[in-house]
């Protein structure tokens, strides 16, 4: 029989208010008591030093109101006129970012400086005259409230994107320790101007077969005769690509977090039709649910019988119950049947999950379709 401790800290602010830790220390047959409490005080001093440096970061780089990035804030705030909202979260942003910091008091004020960095360069940028038109977009797609997500990106350097989900900006941590805070500002600055000028990409992905030369013509001008005509290019052919094969069962910690892993293929794709009432989509990939959730949301009519107004179909993204970061698994379409005998039909889906989104259909048993696809998403916003 093993012996189970656990030590409750509780923690200040956000970090948690009951972060738990299990440790397994020794069989309780064979060490004398006091190697037993030996062994339990260094696993609680080793606990606290480590959140006792978070803890106090956070107390006087974050929270105080005299810290620089709360003062960046609400700098921020009084430029643009409405209410600026950055929660970070703090347990997972350490269990990520704290191999990069040996130092565990410096992690909390290099998080609170890249804040700081990306508040000073907006409210910089939006106070410009010359950039009155961007300011008035910022104001139409935030809604009435700056709101700032901060995540873990793969790469080594920090990033900024815009959520038209979350309709916040995603500031981009780096896997590694922070830039200078001159760079960050340079780095904020230079990517604002265009950040909302980004498209996603839903047009059909090269992973479709290649069509024949009977199927398709190109029209080129002759320079002979300086008419169009209709010539025939020669045909790429696509690769077979051979599967990975496996032989051994990896270290766990040696995967990625499953919201990097399902970025890349095999994405994987389920829809079920229950009685033309709710379709559920399944799928591994985040953002094609998201895309395909944005799309219905802007595309569905409204039921006019209500006296609410509503949309005759509710869309609902849920969450994943796995990994970090926001990452969804399922994409729920109900029919509003209140006062109406309205239904859903899954060809809308069927047809973007193929049509746009490039998947392959795998197995149709009745209502439910399952589909594939082997070729990485180049890009996209979500």
Known sequence: ???????????????????????????????????????????????????????????????????????AIKNLKEVIGVGVSVNPEWPLLFTE???????????????????????????????????????????????GRVRFALEIFKTRDIGLIWSNQRRSFVIGLPKSVMPSKSYMLSFFTGNLLKIFDEKPNHSTPPNTQPTSIDDWADVALDNKTGNAAVIEIPQRHAVARESPTFDIIPDIETVARPDELLLKPPYH??????????????????????????????????NHNNTRKPPLAEIKLQQSAFGLGVAYDRLTVTADTRYTAQEISPTILLALIEGVLGYEIVSNDGSLWTFRRDVEFRNNRY
């Open 1 to 71: 029989m093993s012996l189970h401790l656990m030590v409750r800290y509780w923690c200040h602010g956000n970090i948690g208010d009951n972060l738990r830790y299990e440790c397994r220390l020794c069989r309780l047959s064979t060490p004398p008591l006091p190697d037993l409490q030996l062994r339990l005080g260094r696993a609680i001093r080793r606990f606290l030093h480590v959140f006792v440096w978070v803890q106090v970061g956070i107390r006087d780089s974050w929270d105080n109101q005299d810290a620089p990035v709360q003062k």
């Open 97 to 143: 970012l704290d191999s990069f910091y040996p130092d565990k008091a410096t992690l909390v004020p290099s998080v609170a400086t890249v804040v700081e960095a990306c508040c000073t360069a907006l409210a910089t940028f939006a106070d410009d005259d010359a950039n009155g038109e961007w300011a008035d977009t910022l104001l139409e797609q935030t809604e």
């Open 269 to 302: 794709l389920t829809v079920r039709d229950y009685n033309s009432s709710t379709i559920v989509v399944q799928c591994s990939h985040s953002p094609t649910l998201q895309f395909l959730s944005d799309y219905l949301t802007k595309w569905a009519r409204t």
